[in-house]
């Protein structure tokens, strides 16, 4: 009983928190999807690799975010891929959800498998109709690794990026 009682709560936390998230979202973003694709070149304990990141996030009507990422490194050890939707809060890593923030930017936040904490944060402009977003990772400066963003395309569509799977 007191099993699915600790169930109860933490889902109706998790669909509180879902529910603030669509409230922040900005309604001119709603119904527009986000396309991000980048190329790192990074070094580690693991050794040097170049990973390719394609991320794909919808934000419905409602402000709800479903999102996709696919991770492929030139060292297979580094390939990651998961979907998820407003509810998954639960998912961890490099594949966790999108958060909005207070100034309107999507943030994920992850420990990386030696501890260290990465975060992706894209933020918006707009011109006229048209939303230009940038993907920026943080990471923690020194430390036996690092990382070097090769390439960064992000770019705002209109309508569902997954219609038609």
């Not at 998790?14 to 409230?23: I, N, V």
């Not at 100034?103 to 992706?120: A, C, E, F, K, Y």
Request: charged share 25%; hydrophobic share 35%; proline share 4%.
């Amino acid at each position: 009983m007191r099993f699915r009682c600790v169930l109860l709560v933490l889902g109706l936390i998790a669909a509180q928190s879902s529910q603030a998230d669509a409230q922040s979202s900005p309604s001119d973003l709603r119904g527009k999807s986000i396309l991000i694709d980048v190329k790192e070149f990074i070094s580690n304990r693991r050794g040097p690799a170049e990973i390719s990141w394609t991320q794909r996030i919808y934000i419905s009507d409602q402000g709800r975010l479903f999102q996709k990422v696919v991770r492929v490194g030139s060292d297979p050890r580094y390939n990651r891929g998961a979907e998820t939707a407003p509810d998954d809060s639960q998912i961890a890593g490099p594949a966790s959800q999108f958060r909005w923030s207070a100034d309107g930017t999507l943030v994920r936040s992850w420990v990386n498998w030696r501890g260290r904490p990465i975060q992706h944060i894209i933020s918006f402009a707009k011109s006229g109709e048209q939303h230009a977003c940038r993907l920026d990772i943080v990471r923690p400066q020194g430390g036996r690794g690092f990382g070097t963003t090769l390439e960064n395309r992000c770019r705002v569509v209109s309508g569902n990026v997954f219609a038609g799977r």
